[in-house]
């Protein structure tokens, strides 16, 4: 008897338990060109790895982690809030921010809220907008470039920052959503 009543409430309590706890499809960013890096370009929680993250420094442009067969938590993003215009790392409950809706706005990490510095659209053509100012991409430096430490082959990292959208600049500029 102690067991069924320990079952049904447990049943109750799963039942009770909102689908999209069970739901969250975790994705990457990455962008289209790989450029220089063979496993590609994915945005990034700067200056750590996984759960180790610090949310203080924003966000890169890094090597993408699915060559080692997993998301990292550093670099997965909730598909389901992409797809509503916010960009939300679920592990650290943060979203994407611009510091603002200017060109050579960099891109940090904020409490998700519903503002224009939040707000982005991954558009068809691959461009990922401001949604304020679609003329601005999301856009990883063609000039800064640094290599990291203690991965074979090394890691590499860019800045990001919100540039005008530009046909020369379409390689550092067309993402793509990337799941395993």
């Known amino acids: 008897m102690k067991t069924l009543l320990h079952a049904i409430l447990t049943g109750l309590i799963v039942v009770a338990t909102p689908l999209s706890v069970f739901a969250t499809e975790l994705v990457e960013v990455r962008l289209v060109d790989d450029i220089d890096e063979s496993r590609g370009y994915c945005l990034d929680i700067a200056g750590g790895r996984g759960t180790d993250a610090p949310l203080d420094k924003g966000l890169?442009?890094?090597?993408?982690?699915?060559?080692?067969?997993?998301?990292?938590?550093?670099?997965?993003?909730?598909?389901?809030?992409i797809e509503q215009g916010q960009f939300k790392i679920p592990y650290f409950d943060v979203c994407m921010t611009a510091s603002s809706i200017e060109s050579d706005a960099s891109i940090g990490l904020a409490k998700c809220e519903d503002m224009d510095t939040q707000s982005f659209v991954l558009e068809t053509n691959?461009?990922?907008?401001a949604k304020a100012n679609p003329q601005l991409c999301m856009t990883v430096s063609s000039t800064e470039k640094k290599e990291g430490r203690g991965a074979t082959p090394v890691?590499?990292?860019?800045?990001?920052?919100?540039?005008?959208?530009?046909?020369?600049l379409k390689a550092y500029q067309e993402w793509s959503i990337y799941s395993l």
């Not at 890169?60 to 809030?81: I, K, M, P, R």
């Not at 990292?157 to 020369?168: E, K």
């Open 126 to 129: 691959g461009n990922l907008v």
């Open 155 to 168: 890691h590499v990292m860019r800045p990001l920052s919100l540039q005008l959208c530009s046909d020369d």
């Open 60 to 81: 890169q442009a890094h090597t993408c982690y699915d060559y080692s067969g997993s998301l990292l938590e550093d670099q997965s993003f909730d598909l389901a809030l």
